[in-house]
């Protein structure tokens, strides 16, 4: 499969089927992303939370493509309420679609939606797909049941949040990886707005002192998985 990288919390999925998802696809208000909402197709949108910055352009690529949302209960009824496909779930569950399996998991954060009509939980987002788990963590703070996640996913790749102010920073996500032991580990949320600045390089810098693994993407670059 293929995983792109448009900045910010940000990401397409393509399987090896030509099924595409989204993640999070804040881009059109987004002055680091390098597509726009109208340059992207989904058949599904994963959302980790309902802010600004994750719920981002769902409404008009998901009314445009017709794409599935999977997302939180009380996200999902909001996302319904305005007239777009969604499938609930809450945390600790988890649902076959037909790309993979998504189980939800706790993230340390809020969900108000942009004009607060919807106040749900923030959660992180476990991917299995292709006989791979990725970890996409939304937007949360440092918290030790990371380790169970770790003892019970051998994650492949984990997008954490390196920004702080909003989320973790540095030294927490690099505590985060020694937690989950990912095989690799791409920094997201950061930079892009003065309050989340920070240094990827350091950051790949401390996770390989531990024995870790980073990728630091470009705003626009696509790997395989
Ligand atoms: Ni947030
Ligand atoms: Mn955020």
Same mark, same amino acid.
């Given at each position: 499969?293929?995983?792109?990288?448009?900045?910010?919390?940000?990401?397409?999925?393509?399987?090896?089927?030509?099924?595409?998802?989204?993640?999070?696809?804040?881009?059109?208000?987004?002055?680091?992303?390098?597509?726009?909402?109208?340059?992207?197709?989904?058949?599904?949108?994963?959302?980790?939370?309902?802010?600004?910055?994750?719920?981002?352009?769902?409404?008009?690529?998901?009314?445009?493509?017709?794409?599935?949302? !999977?997302?939180?209960?009380?996200?999902?009824?909001?996302?319904?309420?305005?007239?777009?496909?969604?499938?609930?779930?809450?945390?600790?569950?988890?649902?076959?679609?037909?790309?993979?399996?998504?189980?939800?998991?706790?993230?340390?954060?809020?969900?108000?939606?942009?004009?607060?009509?919807?106040?749900?939980?923030?959660?992180? !987002?476990?991917?299995?797909?292709?006989?791979?788990?990725?970890?996409?963590?939304?937007?949360?703070?440092?918290?030790?049941?990371?380790?169970?996640?770790?003892?019970?996913?051998?994650?492949?790749?984990?997008?954490?949040?390196?920004?702080?102010?909003?989320?973790?920073?540095?030294?927490?996500?690099?505590?985060?990886?020694?937690?989950?032991?990912?095989?690799?580990?791409?920094?997201?949320?950061?930079?892009?707005?003065?309050?989340?600045?920070?240094?990827?390089?350091?950051?790949?810098?401390?996770?390989?002192?531990?024995?870790?693994?980073?990728?630091?993407?470009?705003?626009?670059?696509?790997?395989?998985?």
């Amino acid at each position: 499969m293929k995983l792109r990288y448009f900045s910010h919390s940000a990401f397409q999925i393509t399987t090896d089927d030509g099924q595409r998802i989204l993640i999070d696809p804040f881009l059109d208000g987004n002055p680091t992303s390098p597509v726009k909402a109208a340059d992207v197709e989904a058949d599904f949108i994963l959302l980790t939370h309902g802010h600004g910055d994750h719920l981002g352009d769902t409404l008009s690529i998901a009314t445009r493509c017709n794409s599935l949302c !999977i997302c939180e209960n009380e996200l999902a009824n909001y996302i319904v309420s305005k007239g777009v496909r969604a499938h609930n779930m809450h945390i600790g569950g988890s649902h076959e679609f037909g790309f993979g399996r998504v189980k939800l998991t706790q993230a340390l954060h809020g969900s108000t939606t942009p004009d607060s009509e919807c106040h749900g939980s923030a959660t992180g !987002i476990l991917l299995y797909i292709q006989n791979r788990i990725i970890y996409h963590m939304g937007d949360t703070g440092l918290f030790s049941d990371l380790k169970l996640i770790g003892e019970m996913n051998r994650v492949n790749l984990m997008l954490a949040p390196i920004g702080d102010n909003f989320t973790m920073g540095i030294e927490d996500a690099v505590k985060a990886c020694e937690f989950v032991k990912p095989d690799m580990v791409i920094p997201i949320h950061y930079n892009t707005f003065p309050v989340i600045e920070t240094d990827p390089a350091l950051f790949k810098q401390k996770v390989e002192q531990q024995g870790g693994s980073c990728q630091v993407l470009a705003y626009g670059q696509e790997i395989t998985l």
